[in-house]
Nanobody, 115 residues
Framework: QVQLVESGGGLVQPGGSLRLSCAASGIVVRSYDMAWHRQAPGKQREFVARIRNGDYTNYADAVKGRFTISRDNAKNTVYLEMNNLKPDDTADYYC?????????WGQGTQVTVAS
C-alpha cells in the first residue's frame, strides 16, 4: 500500500525558508515521478514542482528560482526546499505520485507566510 507522509510546514516570515519532507512507503521514490502540489484557502489545488525518473525537474512559474525539489533515495523521501517565501505561498502542501495511473496523495502540511 502506498503511503505518503508530509512534514516540515509551519509559520514563517516573508523572505524566510522552509524544507518540506515527503516520506514514502509502498513505493521506491527513485522509480517514480514525484510531485508537490499546494492548495491555498478558497483556491484550487495547483502544481508546484516535479522530479522525474532521471532527476529531471520542473516547476510552476510562481516558484521557479525559489523552490527546489529533490529526493534522498536512501531515505525514500522527497523534499521541497522553499526560499524567499512570500505570503502568496501560504497553502497546504501535498506530495503526490501516480502509480499505475492512480494518484496517491499525502495528508498535507500547512505553510503560512506572514509577518
Amino acid at each position: 500500500q502506498v503511503q505518503l507522509v508530509e512534514s516540515g510546514g509551519g509559520l514563517v516570515q516573508p523572505g524566510g525558508s522552509l524544507r518540506l519532507s515527503c516520506a514514502a512507503s509502498g513505493i521506491v521514490v527513485r522509480s517514480y515521478d514525484m510531485a508537490w502540489h499546494r492548495q491555498a484557502p478558497g483556491k484550487q489545488r495547483e502544481f508546484v514542482a516535479r522530479i522525474r525518473n532521471g532527476d529531471y525537474t520542473n516547476y510552476a512559474d510562481a516558484v521557479k528560482g525559489r523552490f527546489t525539489i529533490s529526493r534522498d533515495n536512501a531515505k525514500n523521501t522527497v523534499y521541497l526546499e522553499m526560499n524567499n517565501l512570500k505570503p502568496d505561498d501560504t497553502a497546504d502542501y501535498y506530495c503526490n505520485v501516480l502509480v499505475l495511473g492512480y494518484p496517491y496523495w499525502g495528508q498535507g502540511t500547512q505553510v503560512t507566510v506572514a509577518s
